[in-house]
């Protein structure tokens, strides 16, 4: 699901297609995930989110988990060299 704030900026990604393993490892289940982003700029003539969160969103008693933070500061594109 894509989730945009009032700027039309994408604010959020959230899916349920990745897996988890069961303790004894014979099984699996559909968890939870999103991307939320907290910021936008412009970098290089791009409007970039510049501030975002990887996130497993689990069950209760274990809730979300941040597993990733991001925090943009500069990007370079060289779009000559690419084939």
Not at 42 to 48: A, K
Not at 54 to 81: K, R, S
Request: charged residues 20%; aromatic residues 14%.
């Amino acid at each position: 699901m894509l989730t945009f704030n009032a700027d039309h900026d994408l604010a959020n990604f959230a899916s349920q297609d990745r897996f988890r393993a069961s303790v004894d490892g014979r099984s699996f289940h559909r968890q939870g995930w999103s991307t939320p982003l907290a910021a936008y700029q412009q970098l290089e003539g791009y409007r970039l989110p510049t501030i975002g969160e990887g996130q497993w969103v689990a069950p209760e008693p274990e809730g979300t988990f941040t597993y990733l933070e991001f925090h943009l500061d500069d990007i370079h594109y060289n779009v000559q060299d690419a084939k």
